[in-house]
């Protein structure tokens, strides 16, 4: 993921004061895999694992995908079929 929409979802893990290792196993993930998601060692994320954070950390989705341009494509997909 970028670093916008990693800083995205670490500002709502710390609102939250969910640790990393706490958040990790809320989403299904070992503590030291979303550690290297958060800090950007890994820079393809799963669109499953996105959905997944953003259920847990209260966040927008299409918000969150509009600021990755990996994911433009499917944000656009879905913001206009789902959009209200």
Same mark, same amino acid.
């Given at each position: 993921?970028?670093?916008? *929409?990693?800083?995205?979802?670490?500002?709502?893990?710390?609102? @939250?004061?969910?640790?990393?290792?706490?958040?990790?196993?809320?989403?299904?993930?070992?503590?030291?895999?979303?550690?290297? *998601?958060?800090?950007?060692?890994?820079?393809?994320?799963?669109?499953?694992? *996105?959905?997944?954070?953003?259920?847990?950390?209260?966040?927008?989705?299409?918000?969150?995908?509009?600021?990755?341009?990996?994911?433009?494509?499917?944000?656009?997909?879905?913001?206009? @079929?789902?959009?209200?």
């Amino acid at each position: 993921m970028n670093d916008k *929409i990693m800083q995205i979802v670490r500002d709502a893990r710390l609102k @939250k004061v969910y640790s990393q290792r706490r958040l990790a196993k809320m989403i299904g993930l070992h503590h030291s895999t979303y550690n290297d *998601i958060e800090n950007n060692k890994i820079k393809k994320v799963d669109l499953i694992i *996105i959905i997944k954070l953003c259920n847990v950390l209260d966040l927008d989705l299409s918000y969150v995908l509009k600021n990755d341009m990996e994911y433009k494509l499917i944000d656009d997909y879905f913001y206009n @079929k789902y959009k209200k």
